[in-house]
C-alpha cells in the first residue's frame, strides 16, 4: 500500500492546527486560558491535549515509550513548536513504514490492540478535527467565528 494518503492525512492534521495557532496567536493570549463550555476547561487545554495525544500516538507507532511534556499553560509559542516538532516526527516515521504495516500496542488500561498505521493516522486525523471543532465551538461563545479548517479546503490549498 501506498504512503500517499498518510502523508495527505498527517499533513492535513498538522496543516489545520497550525491555522488555528495562527488565527489564536492574533488575539489576545488570555483567550488560551479563559474558561468557556467545552470538552475541556478551556482552548488551551484542548491544544495542549491534542498535542498530549499526537505525542502519545507517536510513541505507539514507534513502540517507545511515552514521555509526558506537558506544562501548566504553555503558551501558542510553545504549542506550535510543540506541533512542529511532532508534525516533523511524524513526517520521518512515515518515510520509513508503509501503510499496510501494522503495530501493536497497549491502551491507558493495558488493553492490548493491533492495527494498521494506516488506521492510526486516519484516527489522529479525526481526533484532530473533532477537537478542532471544539475549538471552534469555544470561540462561538465569544461571538468570534475561527477559522475554516475543512479537509476539502486544505486540498484546495494543496492544489494551487
Known amino acids: 500500500m501506498n504512503n500517499d494518503w498518510l502523508c495527505k492525512l498527517i ?4 496543516w489545520a492546527i497550525d491555522a488555528w495557532l495562527a488565527y489564536l496567536k492574533q ?3 488570555d ?7 467545552g470538552v475541556f476547561p478551556t482552548i488551551g487545554e484542548t491544544l495542549a491535549h491534542l498535542a498530549d495525544v499526537d505525542g502519545l500516538w507517536l510513541s505507539r507507532l514507534r513502540q517507545i515509550p511515552y514521555p509526558m511534556e506537558r506544562s501548566e499553560q504553555p503558551s501558542i509559542e510553545e504549542l ?9 516526527d511524524y513526517s520521518l516515521f512515515l518515510q520509513r ?6 503495530i501493536t500496542y497497549s491502551n491507558s ?25 471544539n475549538i471552534a465551538s469555544m470561540m462561538r ?3 468570534v467565528s475561527g477559522t475554516s479548517t475543512d479537509f476539502i ?3 484546495r490549498l494543496a492544489e494551487a
Open 153 to 155: 479546503y486544505y486540498l
Open 27 to 29: 488575539m489576545e493570549e
Open 80 to 88: 506550535k513548536q510543540r506541533f512542529d516538532r511532532l508534525r516533523a
Open 31 to 37: 483567550v488560551l486560558y479563559t474558561p468557556v463550555p
Open 11 to 14: 499533513d492535513y492534521h498538522f
Open 109 to 133: 488500561k493495558g488493553e492490548v490492540f493491533s492495527n494498521s498505521i494506516l488506521e492510526v493516522v486516519q484516527h489522529l486525523s479525526n481526533h484532530g478535527t473533532y477537537h478542532l471543532g
Open 141 to 143: 461563545h465569544w461571538s
Open 97 to 102: 513504514v508503509s501503510a499496510g504495516d501494522r
